[in-house]
């Protein structure tokens, strides 16, 4: 908790010193409560919730590599993943104000995509690295996207 609160404090500060971060940045985090508690600090900071499946029970998606090395723990951390999933489309993105939602490009598609214009939340998809993908989401899903790569 100690850490989250010198996180806030940091970009906090360093928004105040750089005004123009206002209109060009935007913080975004895995982690709800960072995000509720910069908004609560500077409500001005546009923010975004991240997202991925199993986030609480794999260390990534490509290689489904298990968080924990108990089988208790990883038990438990799948129950952690749909309490979480269900928490952030549902109660999270409002009670955290965040402005969008950034989410695994594997995880979208145009009624996902629908879901989070009707409630006025902006949409980022991370990270395609191939054109084609970017293409898709450009095009097709008409979403922005943060990615690895300039091709």
Partial sequence: ???????VAIVSEMFSKHKELYKQAIVASFYP????????VDPNIVTALTFRPKFISL???????PR????????????????????FHNVLWYMTG?????????????EYVRMWRKRNIQVIAWTPNHRLEKEYLRKVL??????????
């Fill in 1 to 7: 908790m100690l850490g989250a609160l010198k996180a």
């Fill in 68 to 87: 924990f090395d108990s089988i208790w723990k990883n038990k438990l951390a799948l129950v952690g993943d749909v309490a979480l999933e269900w928490a």
């Fill in 142 to 151: 008409n979403v922005t996207y943060i990615t690895d790569t300039l091709l």
């Fill in 98 to 110: 965040a402005s969008a939602v950034l989410i695994h490009k594997d995880y979208l598609s145009a």
């Fill in 33 to 40: 409560s960072f995000i509720y508690q910069l908004r609560r």
């Fill in 59 to 65: 260390t990534d998606i490509p290689n489904g590599k």
